[in-house]
């Protein structure tokens, strides 16, 4: 799921103004803040983040020891990230990750090959 959401923010970052431009009115703060980075930084950022995810859902289907560790670090990177921003920028919306993401890796944890 991550991979395929940032192939379409990576589309409608590519093509502003096309027929992605209404993805921008779920979260518009998102938009201001990946216009503020620059196009260059913004679609790497995003491309580098879709091939983790991608590579992370390959080696999870593939049941790849590295799958799982990829996944529980791109997680761990994610609850860093909601945690700062609630704590900075005063968004309290960001801890709802918090416990999904503590629950997915607490199952890829226990996971046994």
């Known amino acids: 799921m991550g991979a395929l ?13 096309g027929f992605l431009e209404p993805v921008w009115r779920l979260k518009p703060e998102a938009h201001a803040q990946f216009l503020e980075l620059g196009s ?21 289907a593939r049941n790849a020891r590295w799958g799982r560790a990829l996944a ?11 945690s700062l921003n609630a704590l900075f920028r005063h968004d309290p919306k960001t801890l709802i ?17």
């Open 5 to 17: 959401i940032c192939f379409v923010t990576l589309l409608a970052l590519l093509f502003p103004g």
């Open 72 to 82: 529980v670090g791109i997680l761990i990177v994610n609850l860093v990230g909601d």
């Open 40 to 60: 260059g930084a913004s679609i790497g950022f995003m491309v580098m983040v879709g091939a983790a995810c991608g590579l992370a859902a390959i080696g999870l």
């Open 97 to 113: 990750g918090l416990p999904i993401g503590g629950v997915l890796i607490w199952y890829l944890a226990k996971k046994r090959y």
